[in-house]
């Protein structure tokens, strides 16, 4: 069984929107926090934002903050990621991830290795 299984990629014009959607099982949904990572061809994986399973705490890399949104459902366990104004330079292929315990609620965002269960990515590719 998959733990984490990404969907609402897509191909996209500069300026629009896409919402991905993280869900979850197998594990304690309530207990981890959330985060979503991007890895462009050529370029090192890297953390976008983060969330912690009360929901109420989020950090945002630089590049996206503003622009893009992290949330929780945890009845539902399902994690999101609002994605708006999308760039070229968003293009990469999407992942979430779920780190046992808390997030701590400044940067920067924790590094790939802290998180314990990791999706299989989906593409996002903004078109200009």
């Known amino acids: 069984e998959v733990p984490l299984v990404e969907s609402g990629g897509g191909l996209v014009q500069a300026g629009g929107s896409l919402r991905l959607s993280c869900a979850a099982s197998g594990f304690s949904f309530d207990d981890y926090a959330i985060g979503w990572f991007r890895q462009a061809p050529g370029k090192e994986r890297e953390g976008v934002s983060c969330i912690n399973s009360d929901e109420d705490e989020t950090l945002y890399a630089d590049s996206v903050k503003g622009r893009f949104t992290i949330s929780r459902d945890n009845a539902k366990k399902r994690a999101y990621l609002q994605m708006n104004n999308l760039k070229p330079e968003d293009t990469a292929l999407y992942f979430c991830?779920?780190?046992?315990?808390?997030?701590?609620?400044?940067?920067?965002?924790?590094?790939?290795?802290?998180?314990?269960?990791w999706g299989q990515g989906i593409q996002v590719t903004v078109s200009s």
């Open positions: 991830a779920a780190m046992r315990g808390t997030m701590v609620p400044k940067p920067p965002l924790p590094g790939a290795y802290e998180y314990d269960y």
